[in-house]
């Protein structure tokens, strides 16, 4: 089969307004280069899970202008995609379907509202999709592809069985930044959080020459490459994330990760940071007030007992030569007007070196979106969801 990987890639804004107003500020042009230069690791990962008698082809789609101008002679087309790309997605998929292609979408948004996809694609993949994309592949070849494939309840996948994504798959010069993954999961639970929290419950890591090997080899293609972790929370079990920041020490890269504002509780920890070349950590903070932060974090109210030491961490990581990229969300039910001055406030104390500010935005799927739903706060609720089917 000739398979042809579509990446939803970029940044999109539905309102043209908005698109005029904000989408040109410095430091949006700026971010919105470093996501849109990022390839989609879960096409490479089901890539280097496809039988070699298949052809394979890797496409982004920027800015969807024309479906003229998509590639076209696939038999399967697989979509990646998240939420705030769906619209696009689903329109791509329409337009290989009618093609006659086997079109397969998965991912956190499809994995949450399957039925809302399964109007476009001809196969749904629920939860990680590692742990089904070689009984699709099989039963597509044999042109038998069911409507839809989920594993057994309970059952995730184990990262040790992960392969090395097809990293040769990509024009590999065109990316600032190239993805690995060490983890998966979060131990927190914050209620808007849309991350791989949706698809596995636990704590999961990568082994250390696993992920090694996966720097290496895009080393091997992209000498110099920068690299992201694309985890949602690393360094949640020490021990092991010590293990593999000293065996990153000796390959000298320079790299950028996700983690919580605990890392600075631990001093060895954020010497092994500077010393394996890490250059900036990402941190939600949420909102610098305890009010903000009270009751989003859902197990044990880690925002809002952390909230206090905030000033503290930035200054220490930061101290370490490791630069912090705050994010805050505006709209928090804790939240007044007043935050605004509080984040600026809070910014020029620390010496922040970078903050990303979103709104707060409840993503299908999420414990956020069914409290929303519930209160009716959500004017328009997603196809399949409703008042009365939430938590
Ligand atoms: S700490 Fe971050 S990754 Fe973990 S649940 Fe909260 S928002 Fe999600």
Redesign the pocket.
């Known amino acids: 089969m000739r398979i042809g990987l579509i990446a939803m890639s970029g940044i999109r804004a539905a309102d043209p307004e908005l698109m005029a107003l904000g989408l040109t500020l410095p430091g949006v042009v700026e971010r919105s280069r470093v996501v849109a230069s990022m390839p989609s690791l879960s096409l490479l990962t089901l890539a280097a899970l496809t039988p070699p008698e298949h052809e394979l082809a890797y496409h982004e789609i920027d800015d969807l202008r024309s479906a003229g101008e998509l590639p076209g002679g696939f038999d399967v087309v697989a979509i990646s995609t998240f939420t705030a790309q769906v619209a696009d997605a689903y329109r791509v998929a329409d337009h290989y379907r009618a093609q006659g292609a086997i079109v397969v979408m998965g991912g956190l948004h499809v994995t949450r509202l399957p039925d809302e996809a399964a109007a476009h694609a001809t196969t749904v993949i629920v939860g990680e999709g590692e742990l089904t994309w070689a009984d699709f592949i099989r039963d597509a070849a044999a042109g038998r592809a069911a409507a839809r494939y989920a594993p057994p309840a309970g059952t995730y996948f184990d990262l040790a069985s992960a392969p090395i994504p097809r990293y040769d798959l990509l024009d590999i010069h065109r990316y600032n930044r190239l993805t690995v993954q060490t983890s998966r999961g979060?131990?927190?639970?914050?209620d808007?959080?849309?991350?791989?929290?949706l698809l596995t419950p636990g704590y999961a890591v990568k082994p250390v020459e696993n992920v090694i090997a996966e720097i290496r080899r895009i080393r091997e293609l992209r000498p110099g490459a920068f690299i992201e972790f694309a985890d949602?929370?690393s360094f949640a079990t020490r021990g092991h994330y010590k293990r593999l920041l000293r065996a990153l020490a000796d390959e000298g890269v320079r790299w950028f990760t996700?983690a919580?504002v605990s890392i600075a509780d631990d001093p060895e920890l954020l010497d092994l940071l500077r010393e394996s070349g890490c250059r900036q950590v990402l941190i939600?903070l949420?909102s610098p007030t305890p009010a903000g932060t009270g009751g989003?974090?859902l197990r044990r109210n880690?925002?809002q007992l952390r909230q206090p030491d905030y000033a503290a961490a930035v200054r220490a990581i930061q101290g370490r030569g490791i630069t912090v990229n705050g994010c805050f969300i505006l709209g928090l039910d804790g939240d007044d007007e007043s935050v605004f001055d509080a984040i600026h406030d809070f910014i020029d104390r620390t010496d922040l070196f970078e903050a990303q500010l979103t709104v707060l935005t409840p993503f299908p799927g999420t414990p956020l979106y069914d409290r929303l739903l519930a209160e009716g706060r959500i004017l328009e609720p997603a196809p399949g969801t409703s008042a009365r089917c939430s938590t």
């Open positions: 979060c131990p927190h639970r914050c808007f959080c849309a991350s791989s929290i949602d929370n996700e919580d939600g949420e989003i974090e880690f925002k």
